[in-house]
Protein backbone atom coordinates (compact mmCIF):
# COMPACT_ATOMS: atom_id res chain seq x y z
CA UNK A 1 0.00 0.00 0.00
CA UNK A 2 1.39 3.61 -1.09
CA UNK A 3 1.50 6.15 2.58
CA UNK A 4 -1.05 8.03 0.82
CA UNK A 5 -3.66 5.61 -0.02
CA UNK A 6 -6.29 4.81 2.94
CA UNK A 7 -8.31 2.05 2.49
CA UNK A 8 -10.36 2.43 5.68
CA UNK A 9 -13.72 3.98 3.21
CA UNK A 10 -16.33 5.79 5.13
CA UNK A 11 -18.45 3.22 4.42
CA UNK A 12 -16.56 0.65 6.27
CA UNK A 13 -16.63 3.10 9.31
CA UNK A 14 -20.20 3.68 9.55
CA UNK A 15 -21.44 -0.28 8.75
CA UNK A 16 -18.23 -1.95 10.10
CA UNK A 17 -15.67 -4.10 7.86
CA UNK A 18 -17.42 -6.30 5.57
CA UNK A 19 -21.05 -5.20 6.77
CA UNK A 20 -19.75 -6.40 10.57
CA UNK A 21 -19.94 -4.59 13.39
CA UNK A 22 -17.13 -4.37 16.37
CA UNK A 23 -19.29 -6.54 18.34
CA UNK A 24 -19.81 -9.10 15.59
CA UNK A 25 -15.89 -8.94 14.87
CA UNK A 26 -15.25 -9.95 18.45
CA UNK A 27 -17.49 -12.69 17.88
CA UNK A 28 -15.51 -16.55 17.64
CA UNK A 29 -18.33 -18.33 16.06
CA UNK A 30 -16.32 -21.18 14.39
CA UNK A 31 -12.97 -21.26 16.73
CA UNK A 32 -11.28 -23.86 18.35
CA UNK A 33 -9.46 -22.48 21.22
CA UNK A 34 -7.42 -24.29 24.31
CA UNK A 35 -6.94 -22.74 27.42
CA UNK A 36 -4.07 -24.53 29.67
CA UNK A 37 -4.28 -24.29 33.21
CA UNK A 38 -7.83 -24.21 32.94
CA UNK A 39 -8.88 -25.73 35.36
CA UNK A 40 -8.86 -22.97 38.41
CA UNK A 41 -8.07 -19.15 38.45
CA UNK A 42 -7.83 -17.27 35.61
CA UNK A 43 -7.45 -20.58 33.32
CA UNK A 44 -11.32 -20.91 34.16
CA UNK A 45 -12.36 -17.63 33.17
CA UNK A 46 -10.57 -17.57 30.01
CA UNK A 47 -12.42 -21.08 29.20
CA UNK A 48 -15.92 -19.37 30.22
CA UNK A 49 -15.04 -16.10 28.37
CA UNK A 50 -13.62 -17.89 24.94
CA UNK A 51 -16.61 -20.35 25.17
CA UNK A 52 -19.21 -18.15 25.34
CA UNK A 53 -17.60 -15.87 22.63
CA UNK A 54 -18.74 -18.36 20.05
CA UNK A 55 -15.51 -21.10 20.56
CA UNK A 56 -14.59 -24.46 20.91
CA UNK A 57 -13.02 -24.96 23.82
CA UNK A 58 -10.67 -27.76 25.10
CA UNK A 59 -9.72 -27.44 29.13
CA UNK A 60 -6.23 -28.36 29.54
CA UNK A 61 -4.68 -28.86 32.92
CA UNK A 62 -2.76 -31.33 34.91
CA UNK A 63 -5.42 -31.75 37.33
CA UNK A 64 -7.63 -33.96 35.30
CA UNK A 65 -10.80 -33.81 38.29
CA UNK A 66 -10.80 -29.49 37.32
CA UNK A 67 -10.04 -29.96 34.03
CA UNK A 68 -13.26 -32.24 33.35
CA UNK A 69 -15.45 -29.99 36.20
CA UNK A 70 -14.67 -26.75 34.12
CA UNK A 71 -15.60 -28.72 30.66
CA UNK A 72 -19.32 -29.66 32.43
CA UNK A 73 -19.66 -26.29 33.33
CA UNK A 74 -19.20 -24.99 29.98
CA UNK A 75 -20.88 -28.08 28.51
CA UNK A 76 -23.97 -26.50 30.74
CA UNK A 77 -23.66 -23.06 28.79
CA UNK A 78 -23.82 -25.35 25.11
CA UNK A 79 -20.18 -24.46 24.64
CA UNK A 80 -18.49 -27.36 22.99
CA UNK A 81 -15.58 -28.41 25.33
CA UNK A 82 -13.46 -30.96 25.83
CA UNK A 83 -10.96 -31.52 28.91
CA UNK A 84 -7.91 -33.03 28.59
CA UNK A 85 -4.88 -33.45 31.26
CA UNK A 86 -1.84 -32.55 30.38
CA UNK A 87 1.57 -31.43 32.17
CA UNK A 88 2.78 -28.72 30.05
CA UNK A 89 6.26 -28.99 31.29
CA UNK A 90 6.13 -32.38 29.53
CA UNK A 91 7.16 -32.03 25.97
CA UNK A 92 5.12 -35.42 24.98
CA UNK A 93 2.53 -34.01 27.07
CA UNK A 94 2.36 -30.30 25.29
CA UNK A 95 2.06 -32.80 21.20
CA UNK A 96 -0.19 -34.93 22.64
CA UNK A 97 -2.79 -31.72 24.12
CA UNK A 98 -2.30 -30.82 20.27
CA UNK A 99 -2.92 -33.78 18.31
CA UNK A 100 -6.03 -34.39 20.30
CA UNK A 101 -7.02 -30.85 19.80
CA UNK A 102 -6.65 -31.22 16.16
CA UNK A 103 -8.20 -34.63 15.83
CA UNK A 104 -10.98 -33.99 17.41
CA UNK A 105 -12.17 -30.26 15.76
CA UNK A 106 -9.64 -30.06 13.12
CA UNK A 107 -7.66 -26.86 13.56
CA UNK A 108 -6.47 -24.94 16.16
CA UNK A 109 -7.10 -20.95 15.76
CA UNK A 110 -6.90 -19.55 19.70
CA UNK A 111 -3.75 -21.12 21.92
CA UNK A 112 -3.71 -19.76 25.69
CA UNK A 113 -1.13 -20.56 27.39
CA UNK A 114 -1.72 -19.62 30.58
CA UNK A 115 -0.25 -22.54 33.00
CA UNK A 116 2.26 -21.31 35.64
CA UNK A 117 3.58 -21.38 39.10
CA UNK A 118 4.90 -19.35 41.48
CA UNK A 119 7.31 -20.13 44.32
CA UNK A 120 8.72 -17.60 46.88
CA UNK A 121 11.82 -17.76 48.44
CA UNK A 122 15.29 -14.72 49.05
CA UNK A 123 16.89 -14.77 45.88
CA UNK A 124 20.43 -15.69 48.17
CA UNK A 125 18.45 -19.00 49.19
CA UNK A 126 16.73 -19.69 45.74
CA UNK A 127 17.71 -23.26 44.73
CA UNK A 128 18.35 -24.34 41.78
CA UNK A 129 15.21 -27.11 42.03
CA UNK A 130 12.83 -24.02 42.61
CA UNK A 131 14.47 -21.81 39.79
CA UNK A 132 14.38 -24.97 37.29
CA UNK A 133 10.51 -25.93 37.99
CA UNK A 134 9.99 -22.57 37.75
CA UNK A 135 11.46 -21.72 34.19
CA UNK A 136 10.11 -25.45 33.20
CA UNK A 137 6.90 -24.83 33.71
CA UNK A 138 6.58 -20.81 32.72
CA UNK A 139 8.83 -20.19 30.45
CA UNK A 140 9.77 -23.52 29.02
CA UNK A 141 6.58 -25.11 28.89
CA UNK A 142 4.54 -21.83 27.36
CA UNK A 143 7.62 -21.87 24.97
CA UNK A 144 7.05 -25.76 23.86
CA UNK A 145 3.16 -25.04 23.75
CA UNK A 146 3.78 -22.16 21.28
CA UNK A 147 5.75 -23.75 19.40
CA UNK A 148 3.68 -26.97 19.52
CA UNK A 149 0.58 -24.75 18.23
CA UNK A 150 2.59 -22.41 16.48
CA UNK A 151 3.29 -25.02 13.78
CA UNK A 152 -0.70 -26.09 13.40
CA UNK A 153 -1.18 -22.38 13.07
CA UNK A 154 1.76 -21.37 10.62
CA UNK A 155 0.23 -24.53 8.11
CA UNK A 156 -3.30 -22.93 8.41
CA UNK A 157 -1.72 -19.66 7.94
CA UNK A 158 -4.31 -18.46 10.42
CA UNK A 159 -3.60 -18.42 14.58
CA UNK A 160 -4.34 -15.89 17.77
CA UNK A 161 -1.47 -17.06 20.51
CA UNK A 162 -2.31 -15.60 23.72
CA UNK A 163 0.26 -16.29 26.75
CA UNK A 164 0.05 -15.14 30.34
CA UNK A 165 2.83 -13.43 31.58
CA UNK A 166 2.43 -11.20 34.39
CA UNK A 167 2.75 -7.47 36.16
CA UNK A 168 5.94 -8.75 37.86
CA UNK A 169 7.27 -9.04 34.17
CA UNK A 170 7.85 -5.22 34.33
CA UNK A 171 8.40 -4.67 38.23
CA UNK A 172 9.38 -6.00 41.30
CA UNK A 173 5.95 -6.11 43.49
CA UNK A 174 7.12 -5.37 47.04
CA UNK A 175 8.02 -7.13 49.61
CA UNK A 176 7.84 -9.87 46.85
CA UNK A 177 10.40 -12.43 47.34
CA UNK A 178 10.31 -13.83 43.74
CA UNK A 179 13.40 -13.80 41.68
CA UNK A 180 12.42 -16.69 39.55
CA UNK A 181 8.66 -16.20 39.25
CA UNK A 182 9.27 -12.53 38.15
CA UNK A 183 12.71 -13.28 35.76
CA UNK A 184 10.60 -16.39 33.86
CA UNK A 185 7.55 -14.10 33.47
CA UNK A 186 10.33 -11.27 31.95
CA UNK A 187 11.21 -14.35 29.27
CA UNK A 188 7.57 -14.97 28.68
CA UNK A 189 7.38 -11.46 27.33
CA UNK A 190 10.34 -11.60 25.28
CA UNK A 191 9.25 -14.70 24.03
CA UNK A 192 5.55 -12.97 22.82
CA UNK A 193 7.79 -10.38 21.24
CA UNK A 194 9.94 -12.48 19.88
CA UNK A 195 7.39 -14.52 18.10
CA UNK A 196 4.72 -12.54 17.30
CA UNK A 197 6.85 -10.33 15.26
CA UNK A 198 8.48 -13.22 13.60
CA UNK A 199 5.25 -15.01 12.54
CA UNK A 200 3.07 -12.10 11.97
CA UNK A 201 3.74 -12.47 8.10
CA UNK A 202 2.30 -15.74 7.94
CA UNK A 203 -0.78 -14.74 9.63
CA UNK A 204 -0.13 -15.93 13.38
CA UNK A 205 0.22 -13.31 16.40
CA UNK A 206 1.41 -13.62 19.78
CA UNK A 207 0.23 -11.29 22.27
CA UNK A 208 0.47 -11.79 26.16
CA UNK A 209 -1.81 -10.52 29.29
CA UNK A 210 0.09 -9.62 32.13
CA UNK A 211 -2.62 -9.37 35.19
CA UNK A 212 -1.75 -7.38 38.33
CA UNK A 213 -2.85 -9.22 41.68
CA UNK A 214 -5.69 -11.44 40.63
CA UNK A 215 -8.04 -13.20 43.84
CA UNK A 216 -7.30 -16.54 42.62
CA UNK A 217 -6.32 -19.79 45.01
CA UNK A 218 -2.37 -19.00 43.42
CA UNK A 219 -2.38 -15.87 45.81
CA UNK A 220 -4.16 -18.11 48.59
CA UNK A 221 -0.89 -19.48 49.50
CA UNK A 222 0.39 -20.20 53.03
CA UNK A 223 3.62 -17.82 51.51
CA UNK A 224 1.57 -15.12 49.91
CA UNK A 225 -1.47 -14.55 52.12
CA UNK A 226 0.19 -12.61 54.60
CA UNK A 227 1.57 -10.23 51.64
CA UNK A 228 -1.76 -9.65 49.98
CA UNK A 229 -2.88 -6.86 52.83
CA UNK A 230 0.42 -4.61 51.77
CA UNK A 231 -0.54 -5.08 48.07
CA UNK A 232 -3.69 -3.78 48.41
CA UNK A 233 -1.85 -0.26 49.22
CA UNK A 234 0.18 -0.94 46.13
CA UNK A 235 -3.30 -0.53 44.21
CA UNK A 236 -4.48 2.68 42.65
CA UNK A 237 -7.75 0.84 42.26
CA UNK A 238 -7.97 -0.21 45.44
CA UNK A 239 -9.02 -3.88 45.33
CA UNK A 240 -7.39 -7.03 43.70
CA UNK A 241 -8.23 -7.97 39.62
CA UNK A 242 -10.98 -10.21 39.81
CA UNK A 243 -10.74 -12.92 37.34
CA UNK A 244 -13.62 -11.41 35.44
CA UNK A 245 -11.67 -8.18 35.25
CA UNK A 246 -9.60 -10.48 32.67
CA UNK A 247 -12.02 -11.84 30.19
CA UNK A 248 -12.59 -9.03 27.91
CA UNK A 249 -8.89 -8.84 27.01
CA UNK A 250 -8.50 -12.75 25.74
CA UNK A 251 -11.83 -12.29 23.78
CA UNK A 252 -9.91 -9.03 22.27
CA UNK A 253 -6.46 -10.71 21.53
CA UNK A 254 -8.65 -14.26 20.35
CA UNK A 255 -10.45 -12.30 17.79
CA UNK A 256 -9.59 -10.49 14.50
CA UNK A 257 -10.61 -7.27 15.95
CA UNK A 258 -6.87 -7.69 17.20
CA UNK A 259 -5.45 -8.32 13.89
CA UNK A 260 -3.01 -5.70 13.86
CA UNK A 261 -1.62 -6.04 17.56
CA UNK A 262 1.15 -8.62 18.06
CA UNK A 263 3.71 -8.86 20.15
CA UNK A 264 2.50 -7.18 22.78
CA UNK A 265 1.88 -7.20 26.31
CA UNK A 266 -1.70 -6.19 27.51
CA UNK A 267 -0.96 -5.21 31.48
CA UNK A 268 -4.17 -5.34 33.19
CA UNK A 269 -2.95 -4.53 36.98
CA UNK A 270 -5.43 -1.29 38.62
CA UNK A 271 -2.87 0.83 37.53
CA UNK A 272 -0.37 -0.53 40.09
CA UNK A 273 3.01 -0.77 37.74
CA UNK A 274 2.31 3.08 37.63
CA UNK A 275 2.75 4.07 41.04
P1 LIG B 1 -3.86 -21.03 39.90
O1 LIG B 1 -2.78 -21.66 40.70
O2 LIG B 1 -5.10 -20.58 40.60
O3 LIG B 1 -4.28 -22.02 38.71
C1 LIG B 1 -3.29 -22.57 37.88
C2 LIG B 1 -3.84 -23.80 37.19
O4 LIG B 1 -2.79 -24.27 36.35
C3 LIG B 1 -4.18 -24.93 38.17
O5 LIG B 1 -5.43 -25.49 37.81
C4 LIG B 1 -3.03 -25.91 38.00
O6 LIG B 1 -3.43 -27.28 38.20
C5 LIG B 1 -2.61 -25.68 36.57
N1 LIG B 1 -1.22 -25.99 36.31
C6 LIG B 1 -0.14 -25.66 37.06
N2 LIG B 1 0.98 -26.17 36.52
C7 LIG B 1 0.60 -26.83 35.40
C8 LIG B 1 1.30 -27.56 34.42
N3 LIG B 1 2.63 -27.76 34.50
N4 LIG B 1 0.61 -28.10 33.39
C9 LIG B 1 -0.73 -27.94 33.31
N5 LIG B 1 -1.46 -27.27 34.22
C10 LIG B 1 -0.79 -26.71 35.26
O7 LIG B 1 -3.20 -19.81 39.12
P2 LIG B 1 -3.82 -18.46 38.53
O8 LIG B 1 -3.76 -17.41 39.57
O9 LIG B 1 -5.11 -18.74 37.85
O10 LIG B 1 -2.68 -18.11 37.47
C11 LIG B 1 -2.78 -18.45 36.12
C12 LIG B 1 -1.64 -17.76 35.38
O11 LIG B 1 -1.70 -16.36 35.64
C13 LIG B 1 -0.26 -18.22 35.82
O12 LIG B 1 0.60 -18.23 34.70
C14 LIG B 1 0.16 -17.12 36.79
O13 LIG B 1 1.56 -17.01 36.90
C15 LIG B 1 -0.45 -15.92 36.13
N6 LIG B 1 -0.66 -14.79 37.01
C16 LIG B 1 -1.40 -14.91 38.16
C17 LIG B 1 -1.56 -13.80 38.96
C18 LIG B 1 -2.35 -13.83 40.25
O14 LIG B 1 -2.28 -12.87 41.03
N7 LIG B 1 -3.14 -14.89 40.51
C19 LIG B 1 -0.99 -12.57 38.60
C20 LIG B 1 -0.26 -12.49 37.43
C21 LIG B 1 -0.11 -13.61 36.64
Known amino acids: NSFSQCNTTDDEVFRGVKGRSILDRMHLDGKVAYVTGGGQGIGRAFAHALGEAGAKVAVVDMDQGKAETVAKELHLKGIHAISITADISRSDDVQRMVDTIVSKWGAIHIACNNAGINMNSASEETSLEEWDRTFNVNLRGTFMCCQAAGRVMLQQGYG??????????????????????????????????????????????????????????????????????????????????????????????????????????????GGQSLW
Not at 198 to 221: A, F, K, Q
Open 160 to 269: KIINTASMASLIVPHPQKQLSYNTSKAGVVKLTQTLGTEWIDRGVRVNCISPGIVDTPLIHSEDLRPLVQRWLSDIPAGRLAQVTDLQAAVVYLASEASDYMTGHNLVIE
